[in-house]
Structures are given as C-alpha cells and as structure tokens.
C-alpha cells in the first residue's frame, strides 16, 4: 500500500476527563490518519474513508459534503484536510473528525462530532475564533448547555488538540489528543494496526464501558432537552 505525500499517520493518546458531578478520568492509545480529501488513500481492509461514516449526504464524496457545510457559512475552501480514524476491517468509530480548510481568509477549522447514537454535528471556527456553543447531545450524562473551548492548531510533527466544556465558569468535562506524526506507509500502518487492534472498535468499547460504570456510580442521565 503507498498512501499520497500529503497523508499521515497520527500515534496517540486520547484522553477523557470528568470532574463534575462525578469525578471520572481514563485514557487510552490509538492512531489516526492525517488526509488530504482530494487526494485520499485507496480503500484498503485496514484503512477505508467513507462519505457514509461521517456527516452529510453519504451519495457525495467527504469533500463534497464539508463544501456545502461550508457554502451554508459562505465560506470556499481550497485544500481541506482531515484528521480522523479509518474504517478498519468493517468498523469505524469517530468521537471526533478534525477539518483544516485552507480558505481566502485563512485556515477555518470544522469539528465534526459524533456521539454514540449515530448522530453527527458540525461546528466552525473562523480564524482566530476558539469558541462555539454547544449545540448538540454527545453524553446522556450532559445536556446541551454551556460552550466549548477548542484548541485544534494544524498538525505538525506533534499533534495538540483540545476540547474543554465550559458551565457556569466551570470545566466539568475537557478532552485530548496528543500524536507523533509517523510516515504513512504499509510498514507504519501495519506495525499500529498491530499495536492496536481494531483501534475503532476499541474505542467505542471503552466509551461504552465508562458510560456504565458512571451509571453504577450513581451519575443520573440527563433527559434529551435538559440540562445539568
């Protein structure tokens, strides 16, 4: 497998922590793939990119659906790149997709959030811009209420990147991603794929698996349309 110039791949830790109402922390390794969506690596069992695992109309292409985000926001973009797990062996799991859109104005950046319903939302950050409100029901232990503070700087040799929720003056929940880049290549891919087996999969699993232990702990689930 030979991926195009501009691809990556991302070693990293994804990290989760709760301080309110119920303290909770974990973390765990994975990897992710830096693309290019003009220029996208072939389809392989261990790395596969679909309209279909993210949001938009999944008869377009992954570019084509970002463009008519980004046209609702009057907005063109020329190069965009996407930070995000690959289908691996039929699953995918994708908490967050990163956008880099390079733009006449400068680099806007889009979030794609995914939950563990199948629901997907986008938010946009202009440049300079850092915050967003939070528009959509990721946990069923929080509402909708509060903003988020996101650190999301375009990728280099590191990767750095952050999600804070904010209430009331308060971070009750903050999220991280720290990588190395390494090349993308059949040697690289396989020796992570090794390291990490069905990363997707795995992740998912242990979203899930935290979720019921907050719920035997006693942290009460908030209804849809509620707030804590």
């Known amino acids: 497998m030979s991926a195009p110039a501009e691809a990556a791949l991302y070693e990293c830790v994804i990290t989760h922590v709760r301080s309110a109402p119920v303290r909770n922390a974990f973390g765990h390794r994975s990897y992710m793939w830096l693309v290019d969506l003009d220029r996208l690596p072939r389809n392989r069992p261990l790395a596969a990119f679909h309209a279909r695992d993210h949001a938009g109309d999944p008869a377009l ?6 463009e008519v985000f980004l046209a609702a926001c009057g907005i063109v973009a020329g190069r965009i790149r996407m930070l995000t797990h690959a289908r691996v062996l039929g699953h995918v799991f994708n908490p967050l997709t990163v956008y880099w859109c390079d733009t006449a104005d400068g680099v806007v ?6 939950n563990t319903y ?73 020796r992570l794929a090794a390291r990490y087996p069905m990363a997707p999969l795995a992740g ?25």
């Open 118 to 190: 199948g629901g997907r939302h986008r938010y946009l950050l202009r440049p300079g811009e850092s915050e967003v409100a939070k528009e959509f029901r990721v946990s069923p232990f929080n509402g909708v209420d509060g903003h988020y503070r996101l650190s999301l700087p375009e990728p280099g040799e590191r990767l750095a990147l952050s999600v804070v929720l904010h209430r009331e003056g308060q971070p009750p929940f903050v999220a991280g991603l720290r990588g190395r880049r390494r090349p993308a290549t059949a040697a690289w891919l396989y």
């Open 204 to 228: 998912s699993v242990r979203i899930r698996r935290q979720g019921i232990s907050l719920y035997l702990r006693g942290l009460e689930t908030i209804p849809p349309g509620g707030s804590r």
């Open 109 to 114: 950046v889009v979030a794609e959030v995914h």
């Open 61 to 66: 292409s992954i570019r084509e659906n970002v």
